[in-house]
């Protein structure tokens, strides 16, 4: 009986860690680091050096017509991108700006996207149709 229950609870644990799905976006410099988990809810964490600054928070969107986007939503694919490149300003106290970042696009099968970018200065996400 023993046996059986540790074989249970073994075969539980390994099926709730193969469901979720665990992803890591880093800033260019690797100081920054987002920690995002997707299961039957999105959520996030940040480290800065090793160091928590922001502990898992949960991510979702309510939509006007009442659908909540990253709760329950099934992931497509996910894709990571580097940017590096210079942008000219126009009315700015220098030429060009430093635009460099890593980019993690996850897609749901509910016709959205979630995109988060990790600069060196700071992490941001954003929902977007599709």
Same mark, same amino acid.
């Given at each position: 009986?023993?046996?059986i =229950?540790?074989?249970? =609870?073994?075969?539980?644990?390994?099926?709730?860690? @193969?469901?979720q799905?665990?992803? &890591?976006?880093?800033?260019?410099?690797?100081?920054?680091?987002?920690?995002i988990?997707? !299961? !039957?809810?999105?959520?996030?964490?940040?480290?800065h &050096?090793?160091?928590?600054?922001?502990?898992?928070?949960?991510?979702?969107?309510?939509?006007?017509?009442?659908v909540? @986007?990253?709760?329950?939503s099934?992931?497509?694919?996910?894709?990571?991108?580097?940017?590096?490149? &210079?942008?000219?300003? =126009?009315?700015?106290?220098?030429?060009?700006? !430093? !635009?460099?970042y890593?980019?993690?696009?996850f897609?749901?099968?509910?016709?959205?996207n =979630?995109?988060?970018?990790?600069?060196?200065?700071?992490?941001?996400?954003?929902?977007?149709?599709?």
């Open positions: 009986m023993k046996y =229950l540790t074989t249970f =609870l073994l075969l539980a644990l390994t099926i709730n860690a @193969w469901a799905k665990k992803y &890591q976006l880093k800033s260019p410099d690797g100081k920054l680091v987002a920690a988990s997707l !299961d !039957d809810k999105i959520s996030y964490a940040i480290t &050096q090793g160091e928590t600054i922001l502990e898992p928070s949960v991510l979702n969107m309510t939509l006007e017509n009442g909540t @986007w990253g709760k329950g099934q992931l497509k694919s996910a894709k990571t991108t580097t940017l590096h490149q &210079q942008i000219n300003a =126009l009315f700015y106290k220098r030429n060009q700006i !430093d !635009d460099h890593n980019e993690l696009v897609s749901f099968k509910e016709n959205f =979630l995109v988060f970018r990790a600069y060196n200065e700071g992490i941001a996400y954003r929902f977007v149709s599709t």
